[in-house]
């Protein structure tokens, strides 16, 4: 990893704001989802979001655009159906002549984690040698703030990271795993948006159907019950031990699941990174996010470990145990 960045949003909401909003007593909110504010972006596309943690991270690694050979758009929520909302962010960052692959991944909330993992093999194999991949998901649209299980917990976001060759650094992936539980295909998802319920192949109102919905529920018995043995096999295959590993950064998915993965993992307060409170659950912005953090703050140094684990729609698990 060469450089990272996350963009800015000037807006933000608060839990107590919400409360307001939505009639309930004060503190509800932030009782209910752990959240104390979130950002919301009200001007600017998922793409020109992406564009501006894109530069930051460029700026980082003391590149340009005209540096990289390949651009990943690794989110959740694409701008529209066509074009790749990697091909809209090569617009944004402009230099039009440099022309390179630009393709999306969408794995939900682990697209980043995906990415990194696709990507990797693609650099060490020589296929590229420098890669930039863009997490950037603007959720606050599609949510139903009626239903604030579903609602309150998220934010938007957009984090970038430059990849490069390891050189002589040993930097490296150590060891990736993933796996979709589909008994828990339709527990979190967004219906509209594509052919199945196409506005012109539907006799229902289509308004609703773009709306997330989720069985918050059932979702974390599933991951619940499969994260811990599924985490401790991939640090296994990594070959370290959880206490060897610096920070474990994972998917912020709910103050319930980071605690859950920090109390199952025996994990010491100072190896979790959590922005939870101040960010909510940014899609698949959210893990990359906690990574910049993570690494503008000092917590994670070149030579150490890092654990990623993070969940996401399908119902599905992934997690990558990083040299940094």
Not at 182 to 207: N, Q
Not at 267 to 279: F, K, S, T
Request: hydrophobic fraction near 45%; include cysteine.
């Amino acid at each position: 990893m060469l450089g990272t960045g996350v963009a800015a949003i000037n807006d933000v909401v608060t839990s107590a704001e919400m409360d307001v909003r939505l009639g309930l007593a004060p503190g509800t909110v932030e009782r209910r989802t752990g959240v104390v504010s979130r950002y919301v972006e009200t001007r600017k596309s998922a793409a020109e979001l992406g564009a501006e943690a894109a530069r930051r991270a460029l700026e980082a690694a003391g590149l340009g655009i005209e540096d990289i050979d390949c651009l990943v758009g690794a989110s959740g929520t694409p701008d529209q159906a066509m074009p790749c909302n990697a091909a809209l962010m090569r617009r944004a960052l402009g230099h039009d002549h440099h022309a390179i692959p630009a393709f999306d991944v969408n794995a939900s909330c682990l697209s980043f984690l995906v990415a990194l993992d696709t990507l990797s093999y693609l650099i060490d194999a020589g296929r590229y040698r420098r890669v930039l991949i863009v997490s950037a998901d603007i959720a606050s649209c599609g949510l139903d703030w009626s239903h604030l299980e579903e609602s309150g917990i998220f934010g938007d976001g957009a984090a970038a990271v430059v990849l490069g060759h390891a050189e002589d650094t040993g930097s490296a992936v150590v060891a990736s795993a993933f796996a979709t539980f589909s008994d828990g295909a339709h527990l979190c998802e967004i219906k509209g948006g594509g052919s199945r319920y196409h506005p012109s192949r539907l006799t229902e109102a289509f308004a609703p159907l773009t709306m997330f919905r989720m069985d918050g529920a059932a979702v974390f018995r599933l991951v619940g019950g499969e994260l811990p043995a599924f985490t401790h096999d991939l640090v296994r295959a990594g070959g370290v031990s959880l206490e060897r590993i610096r920070v474990v950064v994972p998917h912020q998915a709910s103050a319930h699941a980071l605690q859950f993965t920090r109390r199952r993992l025996r994990l010491r307060a100072d190896q979790m990174v959590d922005i939870y409170a101040d960010h909510g659950n940014q899609v698949s912005a959210s893990l990359p996010s906690a990574l910049h953090a993570a690494i503008a703050t000092g917590r994670l140094r070149r030579g150490d470990h890092a654990l990623l684990v993070g969940s996401g729609a399908g119902v599905s698990l992934g997690g990558a145990v990083l040299c940094y």
